[in-house]
């Protein structure tokens, strides 16, 4: 004789295990990655397109472009430009393009998709936007492109930074 499985018995009832049960999230979904400083950032899963691991030689490099850009890349039959996120952020640290996998965020608005490299993804958190406080010590080439950052570990001054994509894309420093 075959017994039936758990999920069948109970008559018709649903009998859930508590341990099964998934609590619901707080807040909105967000993906945390890291730039080559070691500091950490956030953008809204809404404004991402795709996540994405590359190969070097999948950029081509552009000449006489921007030094933000790293080069073009095909996704799905249509060239998008990669930036080099630390920089376009103001860090002096580029990224390191000599390894075998570069993480790249494809980030759109309408018609408009960005490629940003990045150091390293972090991965997918629900974080609530309600307790994001203003921004403390910033550089400036850096707080037109933030919304705002929750203080992670107040003892060692760890904040991760809330990235305002449509400032990021909309910007006037991929002219320069």
Not at 17 to 44: C, D, K, N, T
Not at 65 to 86: E, F, Y
């Amino acid at each position: 004789m075959v017994s039936k499985p758990d999920f069948l018995n109970g008559g018709g009832q649903d009998h859930f295990r508590p341990e099964l049960q998934v609590e619901s999230p707080e807040g909105e979904l967000h993906l945390r990655f890291y730039i080559p400083s070691h500091q950490e950032f956030a953008l809204p899963a809404t404004g991402i397109r795709e996540v994405m691991e590359l190969s070097p030689d999948r950029i081509t490099p552009i000449p006489n472009a921007s030094p933000l850009l790293l080069g073009t890349l095909n996704l799905r039959g249509r060239v998008i430009w990669v930036a080099d996120l630390g920089q376009f952020l103001g860090e002096a640290t580029p990224l390191n393009t000599d390894r075998a996998e570069i993480p790249v965020i494809a980030v759109q608005e309408q018609d408009t998709t960005v490629g940003l490299a990045v150091e390293a993804i972090g991965g997918m958190d629900w974080l609530d936007v309600q307790n994001l406080m203003p921004p403390t010590s910033i550089p400036d080439t850096m707080a037109p492109f933030l919304r705002g950052e929750w203080l992670l570990e107040p003892k060692n001054n760890q904040s991760l930074r809330l990235l305002d994509q449509m400032a990021i894309l909309r910007s006037a420093r991929w002219a320069g």
